[in-house]
């Protein structure tokens, strides 16, 4: 079983900065992706942005394209979302899942961090 743990979020104005942090835990495949979804109230999952297990492969959302970045540590498997330029619309629940298979398939998922980002 894997685990999990997503931490980072919190209240930010607009155009303010918060990093997420993604710790994975347990059996964990020798290699794997990464993804950080969001969810706002009312509206469905979103896919946010992407890491290949290398960490050279990053895909971004349209919406946060040039204000995230994702990142790892492989060493400490860690995954982070470094979010600048934070709009009121970037507000939503940040989730973080892993891919073992490295096919899109999130097998799982960690329990979620609020971001709220005030106007």
């Known amino acids: 079983q894997v685990q999990l743990v997503a931490s980072g979020g919190g209240l930010v104005q607009a155009g303010g900065s918060l990093r997420l942090s993604c710790a994975a835990s347990?059996?964990?495949?020798?290699?794997?992706?990464m993804g950080w979804f969001r969810q706002a109230p009312g509206k469905d999952r979103e896919f946010v942005a992407r890491?290949?297990?290398?960490?050279?492969?990053?895909v971004y959302a349209e919406s946060v394209k040039g204000r995230f970045t994702i990142s790892r540590d492989n060493a400490k498997n860690t995954v982070y979302l470094q979010m600048n330029s934070l709009k009121p619309e970037d507000t939503a629940v940040y989730s973080c899942?892993?891919?073992?298979?490295?096919?899109?398939?999130?097998?799982?998922w960690g329990q979620g961090t609020q971001v709220t980002v005030s106007s």
């Open positions: 899942a892993l891919d073992q298979d490295n096919d899109h398939v999130y097998e799982y």
């Open positions: 347990g059996r964990t495949a020798s290699s794997y992706a």
């Open positions: 890491i290949s297990w290398s960490g050279y492969n990053t």
